[in-house]
């Protein structure tokens, strides 16, 4: 079942055991607030040497670094998009921040994945929609990539709620 490879669940990321976390971060990837700044703490100064090396990343793309002191190989790197109140690509954008990370971690044999809510925080994207655009291109993966599992690592239960909601909507289409 597609369900059994998509895991909600609330935790810090920065726990994980996944082979590769993604961060939620800004174009610039030199670190901030929210998941970018635990993220960064957790894996210490590395992290922002590489990335430092790495020229930032634009919305809705991804690079790759180490995992240093994390207890995950890799750190997929995303800027989400910023809410601008829906008409400026936003939803386009925010896929483009799940899919490319994912497609980061397969190239680089990752089969374990974990997601922050991208761009629901700071970036204030409404956590309905980032919810459902977010399932909707993670179960579309999955289905292509009957070797890899993603969970969704959510900070708080109304988040994981959003998230289990938008799976009973895409789950069984
Ligand atoms: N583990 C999992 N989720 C977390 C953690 C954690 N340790 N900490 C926070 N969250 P945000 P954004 C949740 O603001 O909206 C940064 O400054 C948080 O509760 O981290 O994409 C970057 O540098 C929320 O549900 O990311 C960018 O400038 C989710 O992670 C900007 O913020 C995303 O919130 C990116 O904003």
Redesign the pocket.
């Known amino acids: 079942m597609l369900e059994d490879r998509f895991s909600i669940v609330v935790g810090?990321?920065?726990q994980s055991r996944a082979e590769a976390i993604v961060n939620?971060?800004?174009t610039t990837l030199l670190?901030?607030?929210?998941?970018?700044g635990?993220i960064h703490a957790a894996a210490g100064p590395g992290l922002l040497e590489e990335c430092r090396t790495l020229g930032g990343c634009e919305t809705g793309h991804a690079k790759l670094t180490g995992g240093y002191r994390l207890p995950s190989r890799y750190v997929l790197h995303t800027p989400?998009p910023i809410w601008r109140g829906g008409t400026a690509g936003e939803d386009a954008l925010l896929a483009g921040s799940y899919l490319s990370s994912l497609r980061l971690a397969a190239e680089y044999g990752a089969k374990t994945v974990a997601f922050?809510?991208?761009?629901?925080?700071?970036?204030h994207f409404p956590l309905e929609r980032a919810a459902r655009t977010a399932t909707e291109t993670i179960l579309a993966f999955l289905r292509e990539h009957p070797d890899m599992e993603i969970t969704m690592?959510c900070?708080?239960e109304p988040?994981k709620a959003a998230y289990e909601r938008a799976l009973a909507e895409y789950g069984a289409a």
Do not use: E, K, L, Q
């Open positions: 810090d990321i920065t939620a971060a800004n670190g901030g607030s929210g998941v970018d635990a989400g922050p809510s991208i761009s629901t925080g700071v970036y690592a900070f708080d988040t």
